[in-house]
Antibody
Framework: EVQLVVSGGDLVQPGGSLRLSCAASGFTFGGFAMSWVRQAPGKGLEWVSS????????YYADSVKGRFTISRDNSKNTLSVQIDSLRAEDTAVYYC???????????WGQGTLVTVSS | QSVLTQPPSASGTPEQRVTISCSGSSSSIGSNAVNWYQQLPGTAPKLLIYSNNQRPSGVPDRFSGSKSGTSASLAISGLQSEDEADYYCAAWDDSLNAYVFGTGTKVTV
C-alpha cells in the first residue's frame, strides 16, 4: 500500500524558513517523479514543484521560484521542500504526491499546514 | 494562478448526469493529457481520471473523461450523494513549464 506521510508544518513569521518532509513507503520511491501541491484556506489547488525520479530535473511555480527548493533522498525514501523567505500568501496546506507513469498525481499524502503570520 | 477554467459549481439530483468542463490552451490541454482529481470535504485530493479518459483501479465507471482540442470534460452519471466534492482538472503547460490546475468545481447533489 502506498503511503505518503507529510510533516513539518508550523506557524512561522514572515521572512522565516521551514522544511517540509514526505516519508514514502509501499513503492519503489526512486522510480517515480514526486510533486508538492498546496491549497490556501478555502481556495483551490496550486502546484508548487516537481522533481524527477533521479532528482536531476526540478520544476517550480513562478510564485515560489527562488524561495522554494525541492529535493529527494532516494536512499531514505524521502521528499523534501525547503521554504525560505516565507510570505503570508504561502499559508496553505501542503501536500506531497507521487506521480504515476505520466504527469498525473497518482497518490497524495495527508497534507501539513503552514501558517505564515506575525 | 490557474490557467484552466472550470465552472465554479454544478449540481444535480441523485441518478442524474452532471458534466464539468475544463477550458485550457494549446500549450496545456491542447498538447498534454488531462487529469481529474476529486477532493471530498476535509480530505486530500484523489486521482479520478488520468490521461484524458483512464480510470485508476477502484474508481467507479460512473466517472468518465474526454478531451477535444483545448477543452476537456468530466461526466458523472448516476450521481450519488457521496459524489459531493470539489473537482479539479489539471494538465502540464508547455509554455509555463508548470503543472496547472483548473479553478475547481463544487458539485452538489
Amino acid at each position: 500500500e502506498v503511503q505518503l506521510v507529510v510533516s513539518g508544518g508550523d506557524l512561522v513569521q514572515p521572512g522565516g524558513s521551514l522544511r517540509l518532509s514526505c516519508a514514502a513507503s509501499g513503492f519503489t520511491f526512486g522510480g517515480f517523479a514526486m510533486s508538492w501541491v498546496r491549497q490556501a484556506p478555502g481556495k483551490g489547488l496550486e502546484w508548487v514543484s516537481s522533481i524527477s525520479p533521479g532528482g536531476n530535473t526540478r520544476y517550480y511555480a513562478d510564485s515560489v521560484k527562488g524561495r522554494f527548493t525541492i529535493s529527494r533522498d532516494n536512499s531514505k525514501n524521502t521528499l523534501s521542500v525547503q521554504i525560505d523567505s516565507l510570505r503570508a500568501e504561502d499559508t496553505a496546506v501542503y501536500y506531497c504526491a507521487k506521480h504515476g507513469l505520466g504527469r498525473h498525481l497518482e497518490y497524495w499524502g495527508q497534507g501539513t499546514l503552514v501558517t505564515v503570520s506575525s | 494562478q490557474s490557467v484552466l477554467t472550470q465552472p465554479p459549481s454544478a449540481s444535480g439530483t441523485p441518478e442524474q448526469r452532471v458534466t464539468i468542463s475544463c477550458s485550457g490552451s494549446s500549450s496545456s490541454i491542447g498538447s498534454n493529457a488531462v487529469n481529474w482529481y476529486q477532493q471530498l470535504p476535509g480530505t486530500a485530493p484523489k486521482l479520478l481520471i488520468y490521461s484524458n479518459n483512464q480510470r485508476p483501479s477502484g474508481v467507479p465507471d460512473r466517472f468518465s473523461g474526454s478531451k477535444s482540442g483545448t477543452s476537456a470534460s468530466l461526466a458523472i452519471s448516476g450521481l450519488q450523494s457521496e459524489d459531493e466534492a470539489d473537482y479539479y482538472c489539471a494538465a502540464w503547460d508547455d509554455s509555463l513549464n508548470a503543472y496547472v490546475f483548473g479553478t475547481g468545481t463544487k458539485v452538489t447533489v
